[in-house]
Antibody, heavy 121, light 110 residues
Framework: EVQLVESGGGLVKPGGSLRLSCAASGFTFRNARMNWVRQAPGKGLEWVGRIKSKGDGGTTDSAAPVKGRFTISRDDSKNTLYLQMNSLKSEDTAVYYC????????????WGKGTTVTVSS | QSVLTQPPSASGTPGQRVTISCSGSSSNIGSNNVHWYQQFPGTAPKLLIYRNNQRPSGVPDRFSGSKSGSSASLAISGLRSEDEADYYCVAWDDSLSESVFGTGTRVTVL
């Protein structure tokens, strides 16, 4: 059974930093293209970014609102995905979801329960 | 703001067919697969349709997806009260090098 468990959320002041983690199990993590998606309170889903598997180049792509502030990384030895968030703004307040691929492709299929990030003074 | 446009709401009575549109452009829907998600309040989204019209195991065949040109649609036939939820489309955008979600549609069962 695929499991994705996010952690690391909390309350942080504007301009601060936070690192989210996502522990994965139930699939071959090292071969997986992983994504982060967020949802601000009462709003729709917003893609944050993705990281390809090392076999696929290991490169990252990020959404324009977070480019240069957020960094996605992975530790395949720990089956863990990370989201380093710097220079946080109030508009980054959201539930952050870790999303893994389906069994037959790279599309976003399996979602964690999410972790809440609140940016406020 | 979202690149993919969906109607904010859709509704129907039990047993009816409801269709949700997702309008994009040649750089996203026009050249890439569309996937659909269902989300209940306070819970994580769930994959409903992948690669335009494929259903993951466990998803009822009442749900179907289609794509034509730069638009896609999700249809729910035989509407049931438990289908009341928010629905989102998503596609990769080649120009932005980003995944872009639709604005979301809330389905209400009257």
């Amino acid at each position: 059974e695929v499991q994705l468990v996010e952690s690391g959320g909390g309350l942080v002041k504007p301009g601060g930093s936070l690192r989210l983690s996502c522990a994965a199990s139930g699939f071959t993590f090292r071969n997986a293209r992983m994504n982060w998606v967020r949802q601000a309170p009462g709003k729709g889903l917003e893609w944050v970014g993705r990281i390809k598997s090392k076999g696929d180049g290991g490169t990252t792509d990020s959404a324009a609102p977070v480019k240069g502030r957020f960094t996605i990384s992975r530790d395949d030895s720990k089956n863990t995905l990370y989201l380093q968030m710097n220079s946080l703004k109030s508009e980054d307040t959201a539930v952050y979801y870790c999303v893994g691929p389906g069994p037959s492709g790279t599309y976003m299929a399996f979602w964690g329960k999410g972790t809440t990030v609140t940016v406020s003074s | 703001q979202s690149v993919l446009t969906q109607p904010p709401s859709a509704s129907g009575t039990p047993g009816q067919r409801v269709t949700i549109s997702c309008s994009g452009s040649s750089s996203n829907i026009g050249s890439n697969n569309v996937h659909w998600y269902q989300q209940f309040p306070g819970t994580a989204p769930k994959l409903l349709i992948y690669r335009n019209n494929q259903r993951p195991s466990g998803v009822p065949d009442r749900f179907s997806g289609s794509k034509s040109g730069s638009s896609a649609s999700l249809a729910i036939s035989g509407l049931r009260s438990e289908d009341e939820a928010d629905y989102y489309c998503v596609a990769w955008d080649d120009s932005l090098s980003e995944s872009v979600f639709g604005t979301g549609t809330r389905v209400t069962v009257l």
